[in-house]
């Protein structure tokens, strides 16, 4: 998300090389041309789908605890920008019809954490809207339900193709 440029006060620059430049990236960055480049998630106007602007928003908010090296790895809820690459990924791990392994309250006990078609059954979203310390996701930093994440969310739900329940355990 920082692959873009800024204005440091000696016009645009990329603000990864600046910051290389200032010797505060170890390990050195990718030459530019190699480096993934997020989109910004609440762009509507972008040519991202609805797909790619929920996986840089679930990558930069919940892939510190969601990928398969985090903290709850144990779930098999996989949120990083790797794991819901929509050629190679298993939309299992991003919680396509799969059952929770983590539900605190019963507004959301639901029993799926992503249902195709229908965000009102889904875990997931039910957490992000939740504010209730011990429900809500992500789990710290903030008071008040992001607005934008759950429309996003809501629209990549509704766009899920229910043939995209896997058989993965």
Known sequence: MLNMDNDYGAGPVNQIDYFDSLGWLEPKPPPANERLTYVYPFDTESDADVH?????YFDSNCSHCHAPDGEAAEHSLFLDYTSMDPVTGDPFHWGVCKKPTAASRTECMLTYD?????????LLLCRVKSTDSIEMMPPVGRT?????AVTLIDAWIEGLDPASCSPSP
């Open 52 to 56: 790619e602007r929920t996986r840089s």
């Open 144 to 148: 008040v339900t992001h607005t934008e």
């Open 114 to 122: 992503v249902v195709p078609l229908d965000p009102d059954n889904s």
